[in-house]
């Protein structure tokens, strides 16, 4: 950091060097941070400009003398953000496109935690039978949570506990191998949730905790065997971290998003001959978005395509109340944990305070659907339904989701998934990684 500080310091030092010096340097320090491979390089290299690296490397933390990347997670949703914001300019309905704050730990920091521990043998995990790898794990992630980080990672983690105050966080893997071109470690890494509440060393602690849990994970059986079966075992597959500010507004005792879930831009999960691949899907819930990524057994998403939004999966208006979704996650700053809520009961118990929440209910009124007002008057007693009615009939989310999906398909070269969240008010791009295929063939039954 300090290095490209004093570079950015020279006077007219963009103007001085010539455009051929000017790509060499992106390049480089594209290759350093983000990824070697060439065809993330190429896009990058077009997206970035110099001045980007300036406010991306204050958001670093890791080995003084380290050489560590940002991982695949870190490095897809920055490339994300910097062809959404270039697009911005020309494209009026990309205007209001957010990105949560964010920090990056470095790929490294979790070798030199792991040295500083004297635990160099958990490398020869991998090998072991996958049976006594699942035997192991709970050992191990103890093992990793009671250990201690150098003190230089510590006061990096300080300064991001201080930037975030006391807004809740969430702890994603950012493996190197993790949502690269033709891999997609999806759902096989931990991503924690953080609600960042008490003094700030419980805060400090709280997140170290949640740091050590996503690196014992790289040692657990799912990404191992994941690894093994595509031949990846003997690459050192170092974990990145990625922080970010989780979107959302406190609501009574809870902290969470009006909205959130995750769209495709190719539709593996046709539910109409009408609908084709290229027409994309989105899975939206409201809440938290972990009821959107990871599928559960008892509740439903919405699901919905952006080109075609007319072609509903389930037409009839009892089918659509009887498989909506009825819970949500939500962040409890109260008690710090994670909670699964009756969504509509905290709809009707907070209708005043959740922003823009006639985008997400409607109300069941003989046999109809129809738009809940902002002056109800009676929310306790009304028949409430999550359907997103009004956000899909009735703003331009759809088509955001829509030319989002499109430009970055377009511009990265391959299918993408997008993980998105609203406060109500602005819509949040939280990642962007390849489509994996599996993520869509996988086959639920549908409503």
């Excluded at 905790?209 to 040692?219: P, Q, R």
Aim: hydrophobic share 40%; proline share 6%.
């Amino acid at each position: 950091a300090a290095e490209l500080n004093r570079f950015f310091d020279q006077e007219n030092v963009e103007t001085a060097i010539s455009p051929e010096d000017k790509t060499s340097i992106k390049t480089a320090l594209i290759r350093r941070f983000f990824a070697e491979r060439l065809e993330y390089v190429n896009v990058a290299k077009t997206a970035f400009e110099l001045k980007d690296f300036l406010g991306i490397v204050d958001h670093i933390v890791g080995p003084a003398q380290g050489s560590g990347k940002l991982g695949g997670k870190a490095s897809g949703v920055l490339l994300a953000e910097k062809l959404i914001k270039k697009e911005m300019a020309a494209n009026p309905v990309l205007k209001d496109i957010n990105f949560p704050t964010s920090w990056y730990i470095t790929s490294d920091t979790i070798l030199s935690f792991i040295h500083y521990n004297d635990l160099d043998e958990v490398s020869h995990v991998k090998y072991l039978d996958p049976l006594e790898i699942r035997q192991e794990q709970p050992f191990l992630e103890q093992i990793f949570k009671t250990s201690t980080f150098p003190f230089e990672i510590v006061e990096g983690l300080r300064k991001i506990i201080r930037d975030f105050n006391d807004k809740p966080v969430i702890v994603r893997s950012s493996s190197l191998l993790e949502d690269s071109f033709g891999y997609s470690f999806s759902g096989k890494y931990k991503s924690l949730f953080v609600p960042n509440i008490g003094t700030e060393e419980e805060r400090l602690h709280t997140l170290m905790n949640a740091i050590t849990e996503v690196y014992a994970s790289t040692f657990s059986p799912d990404p191992i065997e994941y690894r093994r079966e595509r031949g990846l075992l003997d690459f050192n597959e170092e974990m990145g971290i990625l922080i970010q500010e989780v979107v959302g507004t406190q609501i009574g005792p809870y902290f969470m998003p009006t909205f959130a879930g995750v769209a495709f831009s190719r539709n593996e999960f046709r539910w109409s001959p009408r609908i084709t691949r290229e027409d994309g899907m989105i899975r939206i819930v409201p809440g938290l978005g972990t009821r959107a990524v990871d599928r559960v057994g008892n509740d439903y998403p919405i699901l919905i395509s952006p080109k075609r939004p007319n072609l509903l999966v389930n037409t009839l208006v009892e089918e659509r109340v009887k498989y909506s979704p009825r819970f949500m996650d939500v962040i409890n700053t109260e008690t710090g944990m994670i909670e699964t809520v009756d969504a509509v009961q905290v709809f009707k118990k907070y209708f005043d305070e959740i922003p823009k929440i006639a985008d997400v209910i409607s109300m069941h009124d003989q046999g109809r659907l129809t738009k809940i007002s902002n002056v109800m008057m009676d929310p306790e007693n009304a028949d409430i339904v999550v359907t997103f009615q009004h956000l899909f009939e009735k703003t331009d989310f759809l088509e955001k989701i829509k030319q989002i999906l499109g430009l970055l398909e377009q511009k990265i070269g391959t299918p993408v998934d997008v993980e998105f969240a609203s406060n109500g008010n602005q819509l949040y791009i939280l990642q962007c990684r390849p489509q994996s295929q599996s993520r869509g063939i996988e086959r639920k039954p549908v409503p």
